[in-house]
Structure formats: C-alpha cells, structure tokens
C-alpha cells in the first residue's frame, strides 16, 4: 500500500497538480513569442504526462483506496459516512481530470492547427484547476485524520472538511506539487531537446524560474503546517522519520532532509542564473531526491498519526475511543466479527491469543516479517523464555509507555491468551532458526560419523 501510494502522490503532484499549469504557461509563452518549438516542447512534455497521468496514476489513484480499504475497513467506512458528498464529488473532479487531460493533448494539433490556440490554452487553464481541485478535496480527508477539530461536537461536513489541518496542507502540498513538479519537467525536457541547443537552456532557465518563485511559499507553508500538528503527534516525530531502533539517527535524517532541500534549490537556482551548468545527471538526482522526500513526508504523516487512524476518534486498530471501555469489560473477541474463538477457555489459549493477535495488534505488527512482534519482545526479553508476567504488564500498559501503540482493547483473559499465543511463537521461532542452522552445517559435520541431528 506504501509503494501504491508513494507513486501516486509522487504522480499526483509532479506530474499532474504542478506539471499541467507549467505546459500550459509553456505552451502560452510558445503561443505568445511566436515560437513553434517552444510549442512542439510543451506537445511533448505533456506527452509524456498524459500516458504516465491517465494510466498509472488513474490505477494507482484507485488502487490506494481500494487497498486501504481491504487493510482498514473500518476507518475507510467511517471516512466514507462522514465524507460521503465530498467524496461524491471528489470522483466527478477526478474523472473531469482524467477527461480533460485526454482532450487536452489528444485536441492540441487539431486545435493549434484551426487556429483555436487561445482555446486551446484555456482547457490547459481548466485542467490545471481541476488537477489542483482533486488534491484540495482529498487534502479534507487528510487533514481529518490528523485533526477532527470541532467535528466531534458538530458532526458536520463542514467543520470535518476545514479541520484545522487543512488548509496549512493544502498550502505545504501546493507549493511543494509546484516545485516537484519542476522537477519532472527538466527531466522531460533532456528527452525532448538536444545538448546544448538554445531551446534546452531557454526550458530549463523557465523551468527553473517557476522552482524559485514557490520556494518562499514553501517554506512559509512547511512552518505554518508544523505549527497546526497536535502537540501528541509531533512528539511522535523521531520515531515517525525512521524507525524506534534508530531514533538516535533522527536528527541526522533531518539534516539530510534540510540538505536535499537545499540542493534542490542550489540547482534550481544554477538552472535559473547559468543553465548550461545543469547536465542530465544533475537532473537526475533532484529528480530522485524530490521522490523521496515526497515519500518520507508521506511517511512521517502517516506514521504521527498514530495510536489514531482517525485523529481522536478511532485507533490504528479499528476500535473506536468511545468502545474502548466496553471491549475492555466485555473482551474484544466478544464483539469481533472475523475470529474462530468469541471467548477464552483453558482449552483454546493459544487459538484465542491468535484471534487476539489478529485483532488488536496485526494493522502495524507481523509475526516474524515486518515490524516483526517477535522480534520486538526478543529485543526487550531476550533468547531466554519470555516472562509471562512482564509480557502481560507490557500490554495492559503498552499504550501508556510507547504513546504511538493503542491501548490494549481487550481484557484479562485475552491478555494472557495473547501472551500464551506469543510465547508458542517464540518457542516456534527459536525451532525455525534452529532447523536452519542445522541444514546448513558444514559439509565436515555433515559426514561425520554422530548420525546428525
Ligand atoms: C498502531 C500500530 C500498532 C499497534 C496496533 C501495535 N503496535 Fe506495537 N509497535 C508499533 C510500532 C510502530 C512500534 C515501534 C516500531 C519501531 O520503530 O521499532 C511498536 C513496538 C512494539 C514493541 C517493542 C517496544 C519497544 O519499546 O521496544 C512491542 C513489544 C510491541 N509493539 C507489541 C505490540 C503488541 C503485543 C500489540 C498488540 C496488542 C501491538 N504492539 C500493537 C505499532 C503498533
């Protein structure tokens, strides 16, 4: 879901939101000067937006949410009762985008050639707005689970959609779509231009120009939007910008940031003052920095938001803060739909702790993969058989000490039922990594006269 969404926010606003209203002022000033290539560059480049924006950034668009809602069902669906009209509309601006985008380029010649350029350029102008729409819709949404502001009280559209998140957002996810985009048009433009021609630098010299002019606004956004992050998620930052075990590198990872910023912004100005300087690989490298910066921001916004995945309102896991005291009286198991056991019995610790496992802790941990539950105890126990007391002392207090994890939803039973699933899964693990060890001895052991393990 990470790799759906990070191409899609990097098409999203490089190759769309940004990179339409820099065709359409290229195709103007071609328009303007008189300048058939000038032109024939901007017919290219939008080229290239047009297959990569209609194709993969069409599915992959879908595809986000059709993933999120397998994997979170829950905050999807409440995402969808409080957004329904916004969403409506959302999918009418998206799919005038995707027809826009069609008319645009496949109308260009026709259109050029009839002598209907300033035409022309205004279903450019239309496009650009749309495109950017689609992002301000969605951005309500975004902004949402971060920060539901006065909807608790109000329960309306309204005061979901401007939560105080949102326009802080829409400002930083503006002005740095207007700059990634410049990115992906220099790129572009060492395909369509040849070395050293004056159209090439005149290109980049615009292109660059069109970086410099958002970078004030930037800035401003990046502070403004910093500013309007709840105090609970901020304090989130260093485990969000890389993981727990490297939290020391934080700041390190902030400087790097802060640097491929700047560098950016030195090519950008060396593209603007002397574009000759600027090579293809030049090109390519900022390319590949503004991919992932756009990533990790992502990243880091998803990962603040946590024990929430709406803010306040529902935990990671998809319990609602408002059942939290019910699940823990009752038992998760109790009111879970997709579990084999409802309830915990000497007889199905283990099953039951699995279902427990599934439940409550199986949205952010995997068993021996990613984020893996087993080696986060073995980090905190050791090889030795885990101690069941601490184990269970952990999770009823989990949330308290690692304010990024939700309380534990459940109550006693499924609490040791959890522990006991856990405890096989170590004694299973320690097995696994002990049965490799054997089947890779060495050839001299293996030939030894002991019989072998
Ligand atoms: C909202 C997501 C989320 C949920 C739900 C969640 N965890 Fe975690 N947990 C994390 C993250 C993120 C980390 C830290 C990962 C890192 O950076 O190393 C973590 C760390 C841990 C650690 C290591 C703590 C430390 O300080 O070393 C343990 C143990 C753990 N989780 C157990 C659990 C158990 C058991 C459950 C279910 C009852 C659970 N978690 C549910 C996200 C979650």
Redo the contacts with the bound molecule.
Sequence with gaps: MAVIASIHVFINHAFAVGAYPIVTLMEYRGWKKGDGAWDELAYKVTFALFVVTTTLGALTGVGIWFSAALIAPFGIGSLLRVFFWGWFIEWIVFISEVILIMIYFLSWKRMSASGRKRAHIGIGVILSVFSWLTMAIIVGILGFMMGSGRWPETQSLFSAFFNPIYLPQLAFRTAFAMGVAGLCVWFLIFFFTSKGSGLRHGSVRYVSRWMLVWIIPFVAASVWYWKVVPAAMAANID?AL??????QWHETLAIIMFCAIGALILVAGAGALKPKLLTSILLFVPLLLGLWLLGHFERVRE?VR??Y?IADYM???GVRVSELPVLQRDGVLTHATYVNNHTVTSGNQIGAGRD??VV??????TTTGI?S?VT??R??YGEQPWDKNA?GA??HT?HT??T???P?P?NDKEADA?VAY?KQLQVDHEFILAAQNSWTVKPAEVTGATGGP
């Design positions: 485990v890389v993981t727990q075990r490297f939290t990962f946590k024990p995945v935990y990671s896991n427990v496992f409550t802790c199986s949205r952010c941990h984020n539950v986060k105890f980090n905190l184990m952990f999770i989990m000490s690692r990024f994890m939700p534990f459940g959890l856990l």
